[in-house]
Every structure is written in structure tokens, then in C-alpha cells.
């Protein structure tokens, strides 16, 4: 085989992961002051957190979508220069108002992130290599929410957290250029893509186009299946929890383990360079099980429901622990399961679903699980503000990490080893 320009592709997703991530996070980190200077409750910035996620679900279905129809590099051209535009703006409202409108706006924009980080991924990999790909691409956003911490403070620091906003936004359109010149759809598009290359990937993939395939079944076929609907009962459960990570997670640290404002930029960090390693060696490990396995759906299931209930213990062990390097430790391990469950969930859906329809649905199963964000963040905040702490909110989101294991492992039907030979594509399967 000659010619590895997927490692390009990889890199260019891995890269705006970070960024999309880094511009997420930002608030999280910022939440304190930004409380401060505008004077809002716990339940309040619940909210604010919240409205990302109203925006968010509905354009991760939307935009994967628009990855099938029109293709991934101009939806994530469009999508990441919008983005960019709103974090920015992010810095220069004055009210709550304003600040949940900005962020609805925020949150639609980065919505096709990981339905079309997944199309990408089907168009320029064989699906031998499918979840290292995918593991290493989505590791960027750990490492975008690992580099934010020491990054918005320090810009906060120096420049105030107003200017940190726009800073952050500058990052994603200087990557929208380069994804314009450097990135085309399809390996065959692509005058930097050598024949070998294009022969290893077909090798282990049917050609996929831009445009929807008539040989695969009705779109509604496929949204509307049970093993659909439990993906995304698997994912919303694993973004519960992330989500209250994400958004909570300096609070957290502050009013529980009294870190201070200096020291914040170092502890919020290592749980995510916890969440890095789930990422990125995550996915080896799928490939591996996957490889090994005879069943190759119940491979991805079993490396997607272990590492979810994993995290759901190191959860429910935090609580017990007042000691701030123990307990920075078991939330980077929590954060590292989360992660490397993920990476495999994603994986999974390449198992279920025809590649024509991969964006759309993998869209839709973000669209749902999704609507944890516009919960998870919120009900945290009233939990804290009412309860006085976090052992309610960590309740809730460990009985729904349970809960969604158990969907998973119970609907998602696990189809014979004949039916799953690594070098065809998926059919539509037992399930659907």
C-alpha cells in the first residue's frame, strides 16, 4: 500500500475537535467569574449551560443530514466558521438574555460535529481501522477541554474572560481555511491520494458517494429502528454524564474541593487528559476485541457497555472522597471510560447502518442522546443550588449510565458471525 493521506484527514478532524471543544468548554472554565461580574445563580448558569444543547440537538441531526446530501467538507466548512463567529460573541453579551440566545445560536452550529467527524471517517477509512480512527479524532475534544482550562485562564488572566471568547473563536476560522484548500469528500476526490491508497480503503469498504444510494432502504427504516433507538439511549447516558463534566466541572471543584482560582487551570485539566487516553486508546482496543471476535456487533457492544458502567462507578466512588488529588484522579478515570465507550458506540453505528445512510442516522441518534444536554447541565445546577451539593446530580446520572447499559445490552441484537465478515459492507441488519 502506497500513500497514507488519511492520516491527514485524521489529523484535520482530531485538530478541529480540539478547537470545536476548547470553544465548549470555555464557559465551563469561565463560569466563576463570569458569575460573578454578572451576577447569576447556580440555577441560572444551569440554564445557560442548557441552551447550548437546545441548538446543538437539533442541528447534530440536521447536520448530519447535510453530510449525506451535500457532503462533509462543505457542512463543516459552514459549521465551523459559525461556531467560531458565536463564541466570539460569547464575549460581548451583557444579560442572561442575551447569553442563552448566543448560546442556542452557539450550540447549532457546533451541532454537526460528530455526525459528520463519523461521515468523514466512513468516506476515508476501511472499516478494519474504523475505531482507531474514529478514537483518535474524537480524542481532540478531550484535548481541546484538557488545553481550555490552562488556556482561558490565562487569557482571562491577562486579558479579561470577555476577551478569552474571542481569542478562542479566532482559532476555529484560521482552521476552516485550511480545511477549504487541504480536504476533499471522498479519497477519490482527492488529487493527493495515491491509487494504493484508494485500492486499501475500497478494500474493505463499498464506494461511498455524496449522494443518498437507492439500493439501501427508506430513510425513516433506519431512525426508526429499536437497535437505533438504543444507541442513542447509549449515548445519551454517556453525555449525561459528560455533560456535567463539561459544564460543572470547575464548579465542582471550587465549592467542593476548595481549589482556588490559580489552581483551577491545572485540576480541571487532568480529567480530561484522562478523557484523551479513553479516546485514543480506546478505539486500539475496539479494533482489537473487534478483530478477535467472531460476533463482530457484540465486540463493539462489549467495548461500549463495560467501559459506561465503569464510568458510572467511578461516579458513585467520588462522593466518598474529599481528597483532591484521589479525587482528580477517579474523575480523569470516569472521563477515560466515558471516552473510550464513546469512540466504540460510534463504531458500533458502522455495524447497523449502510454507509449512503451513515450521516443521517448517526444525526439522529446524536439529535436524541443530545437532548441529555439540554437536561443534564440544568438539572444539575437546580440539584446544587436546592440540595446544597452534588450527591443528588451524581445519582442521577449514575442510575442513567445504568439504565443505558442495560438498553443497550438488551436491544442492541447482536447479528450471526456469518453475517459479518470484516471486508463487506453492512447490509441492512437483524434489527431493522
Given at each position: 500500500m502506497s500513500g497514507r493521506y488519511r492520516i491527514v484527514i485524521v489529523l484535520m478532524l482530531f485538530s478541529v475537535g480540539m478547537i470545536n471543544y476548547m470553544d465548549r468548554a470555555a464557559i465551563g472554565i469561565l463560569a466563576p467569574l463570569m458569575k460573578a461580574d454578572l451576577h447569576f445563580t447556580d440555577s441560572q448558569l444551569g440554564i445557560v449551560f442548557s441552551a447550548f444543547f437546545a441548538g446543538y440537538a437539533v442541528f447534530s441531526f440536521?447536520?448530519?443530514?447535510?453530510?449525506?446530501?451535500?457532503?462533509?467538507?462543505?457542512?463543516?466548512?459552514?459549521?465551523?466558521?459559525?461556531?467560531?463567529?458565536?463564541?466570539?460573541?460569547?464575549?460581548?453579551?451583557?444579560?442572561?438574555?442575551?447569553?442563552?440566545?448566543?448560546?442556542?445560536?452557539?450550540?447549532a452550529s457546533e451541532g454537526p460535529m460528530n455526525s459528520t467527524t463519523n461521515r468523514m471517517i466512513t468516506n476515508w477509512f476501511p472499516r478494519r481501522e474504523t475505531a482507531r480512527a474514529l478514537g483518535f479524532a474524537l480524542s481532540g475534544q478531550n484535548f481541546g477541554s484538557a488545553l481550555a482550562a490552562p488556556l482561558s485562564v490565562l487569557i482571562a488572566s491577562l486579558l479579561g474572560w470577555r476577551l478569552s471568547f474571542v481569542v478562542l473563536g479566532s482559532l476555529g476560522l484560521i482552521w476552516s481555511a485550511v480545511w477549504a484548500f487541504g480536504v476533499q469528500d471522498t479519497p477519490a476526490e482527492s488529487r493527493f491520494v495515491s491509487e494504493g491508497e484508494k485500492k486499501h480503503i475500497a478494500s474493505d469498504r463499498k464506494p461511498v458517494t455524496t449522494m443518498l444510494s437507492e439500493q439501501v432502504g427508506p430513510l425513516r427504516q433506519y431512525l426508526l429502528a429499536p437497535t437505533t433507538l438504543a444507541m442513542a439511549a447509549g449515548l445519551f447516558a454517556h453525555l449525561y454524564i459528560l455533560y456535567i463534566f463539561i459544564s460543572w466541572l470547575p464548579s465542582y471543584l471550587v465549592s467542593v474541593l476548595h481549589v482556588s482560582t490559580k489552581g483551577l487551570a491545572g485540576a480541571a485539566m487532568v480529567p480530561w487528559i484522562g478523557g484523551f487516553i479513553g479516546y485514543a486508546g480506546g478505539g486500539?482496543?475496539?479494533?482489537?476485541?473487534?478483530?478477535?471476535?467472531?460476533?463482530?456487533?457484540?465486540?463493539?457492544?462489549?467495548?461500549?457497555?463495560?467501559?459506561?458502567?465503569?464510568?458510572?462507578?467511578?461516579?458513585?466512588?467520588?462522593?466518598?472522597?474529599?481528597?483532591?488529588?484521589?479525587?482528580?484522579?477517579?474523575?480523569?478515570?470516569?472521563?477515560?471510560?466515558?471516552?473510550?465507550?464513546?469512540?466504540?458506540?460510534?463504531?458500533?453505528?458502522?455495524?447497523?447502518?449502510?454507509?449512503?445512510?451513515?450521516?443521517?442516522?448517526?444525526?439522529f441518534i446524536h439529535l436524541l442522546a443530545n437532548l441529555s444536554g439540554v437536561i443534564s447541565p440544568a438539572l444539575t445546577g437546580f440539584a446544587v443550588q436546592y440540595t446544597g451539593g452534588y450527591t443528588l446530580a451524581f445519582t442521577i446520572a449514575s442510575v442513567t449510565g445504568v439504565v443505558g447499559a442495560v438498553l443497550m445490552a438488551t436491544v442492541i441484537r447482536s447479528r450471526a458471525p456469518q453475517e459479518t465478515p470484516v471486508n463487506q459492507s453492512s447490509a441492512v441488519p437483524n434489527g431493522y
Amino acid at each position: 500500500m502506497s500513500g497514507r493521506y488519511r492520516i491527514v484527514i485524521v489529523l484535520m478532524l482530531f485538530s478541529v475537535g480540539m478547537i470545536n471543544y476548547m470553544d465548549r468548554a470555555a464557559i465551563g472554565i469561565l463560569a466563576p467569574l463570569m458569575k460573578a461580574d454578572l451576577h447569576f445563580t447556580d440555577s441560572q448558569l444551569g440554564i445557560v449551560f442548557s441552551a447550548f444543547f437546545a441548538g446543538y440537538a437539533v442541528f447534530s441531526f440536521l447536520g448530519g443530514y447535510l453530510s449525506d446530501r451535500v457532503g462533509p467538507k462543505k457542512t463543516f466548512l459552514i459549521a465551523a466558521c459559525a461556531w467560531s463567529v458565536f463564541c466570539a460573541a460569547t464575549g460581548m453579551v451583557g444579560s442572561i438574555a442575551a447569553l442563552i440566545g448566543v448560546r442556542v445560536l452557539f450550540g447549532a452550529s457546533e451541532g454537526p460535529m460528530n455526525s459528520t467527524t463519523n461521515r468523514m471517517i466512513t468516506n476515508w477509512f476501511p472499516r478494519r481501522e474504523t475505531a482507531r480512527a474514529l478514537g483518535f479524532a474524537l480524542s481532540g475534544q478531550n484535548f481541546g477541554s484538557a488545553l481550555a482550562a490552562p488556556l482561558s485562564v490565562l487569557i482571562a488572566s491577562l486579558l479579561g474572560w470577555r476577551l478569552s471568547f474571542v481569542v478562542l473563536g479566532s482559532l476555529g476560522l484560521i482552521w476552516s481555511a485550511v480545511w477549504a484548500f487541504g480536504v476533499q469528500d471522498t479519497p477519490a476526490e482527492s488529487r493527493f491520494v495515491s491509487e494504493g491508497e484508494k485500492k486499501h480503503i475500497a478494500s474493505d469498504r463499498k464506494p461511498v458517494t455524496t449522494m443518498l444510494s437507492e439500493q439501501v432502504g427508506p430513510l425513516r427504516q433506519y431512525l426508526l429502528a429499536p437497535t437505533t433507538l438504543a444507541m442513542a439511549a447509549g449515548l445519551f447516558a454517556h453525555l449525561y454524564i459528560l455533560y456535567i463534566f463539561i459544564s460543572w466541572l470547575p464548579s465542582y471543584l471550587v465549592s467542593v474541593l476548595h481549589v482556588s482560582t490559580k489552581g483551577l487551570a491545572g485540576a480541571a485539566m487532568v480529567p480530561w487528559i484522562g478523557g484523551f487516553i479513553g479516546y485514543a486508546g480506546g478505539g486500539f482496543v475496539s479494533d482489537f476485541v473487534f478483530k478477535k471476535s467472531t460476533n463482530r456487533l457484540a465486540a463493539r457492544k462489549l467495548t461500549t457497555i463495560v467501559p459506561l458502567l465503569s464510568a458510572v462507578g467511578a461516579l458513585i466512588a467520588v462522593l466518598f472522597v474529599t481528597n483532591l488529588t484521589i479525587s482528580v484522579l477517579i474523575l480523569g478515570f470516569a472521563l477515560m471510560m466515558l471516552s473510550a465507550g464513546m469512540q466504540s458506540l460510534w463504531a458500533m453505528i458502522h455495524e447497523l447502518v449502510p454507509a449512503a445512510r451513515m450521516g443521517s442516522v448517526g444525526g439522529f441518534i446524536h439529535l436524541l442522546a443530545n437532548l441529555s444536554g439540554v437536561i443534564s447541565p440544568a438539572l444539575t445546577g437546580f440539584a446544587v443550588q436546592y440540595t446544597g451539593g452534588y450527591t443528588l446530580a451524581f445519582t442521577i446520572a449514575s442510575v442513567t449510565g445504568v439504565v443505558g447499559a442495560v438498553l443497550m445490552a438488551t436491544v442492541i441484537r447482536s447479528r450471526a458471525p456469518q453475517e459479518t465478515p470484516v471486508n463487506q459492507s453492512s447490509a441492512v441488519p437483524n434489527g431493522y
